[in-house]
């Protein structure tokens, strides 16, 4: 079974600027080897080092937006994570949360992270992080890489 996770931004930048905001926090934080390129993170998706595919586009139209309805803002690009199942899931779960600290440092906007519109692990509105505040996702390995002010508040889709 694959196992995905979003993290849906509202921003003036285009998808290929968050792409490019995707590389540099990859290759900062060291998930990214330095053959990664944007198109590849435009195209199929670059592979982390944890085994994870990234993929960086526009959001997919749909009659509903669950995330404009219940959030608030509507997404302008979507970085997009599957986890390779066969891989250590809680390596590339870290390396996702990794990877998101690294693009909301680089992009502005309002931004949600979550797993298949069911359980929101984090969110940014109005400039406020806010992390759920489930241990079991973010335990205290975890929370450590997220180094920019936050609160833990847990939010939910209707």
């Given at each position: 079974m694959?196992i995905s996770?979003s993290?849906e931004?509202?921003?003036?930048l285009s ?7 995707v ?5 900062q934080a060291?998930?990214f ?8 993170i435009l195209?199929?998706g670059a592979?982390?080092k944890?085994?994870?595919v990234?993929?960086v ?17 509507a997404?302008?690009s979507?970085v997009?994570?599957?986890?390779n199942?066969?891989?250590?899931v ?16 680089r992009v ?5 992270l979550h797993r298949?519109t069911?359980t929101?692990?984090l ?11 489930q241990?079991?996702i973010?335990p205290p390995h975890r929370l450590a ?6 609160r833990r508040e847990?939010h939910t889709?209707?």
């Amino acid at each position: 079974m694959a196992i995905s996770y979003s993290l849906e931004i509202a921003t003036q930048l285009s998808p290929g600027e968050v792409a490019h905001a995707v590389r540099e926090a990859g290759r900062q934080a060291a998930l990214f080897s330095d053959a990664v390129t944007l198109e590849q993170i435009l195209g199929d998706g670059a592979l982390a080092k944890g085994g994870s595919v990234v993929q960086v586009m526009e959001p997919l139209e749909a009659p509903y937006d669950v995330v404009a309805d219940d959030l608030g803002f509507a997404p302008t690009s979507s970085v997009e994570f599957q986890i390779n199942t066969s891989n250590p899931v809680h390596y590339q779960q870290d390396d996702v949360v990794a990877l998101t600290v690294g693009v909301l440092k680089r992009v502005p906007g309002d931004a949600v992270l979550h797993r298949e519109t069911e359980t929101i692990w984090l969110l940014r509105r109005d400039g406020e992080l806010t992390v759920n505040e489930q241990d079991d996702i973010w335990p205290p390995h975890r929370l450590a890489l997220v180094d920019i002010p936050y609160r833990r508040e847990t939010h939910t889709f209707d």
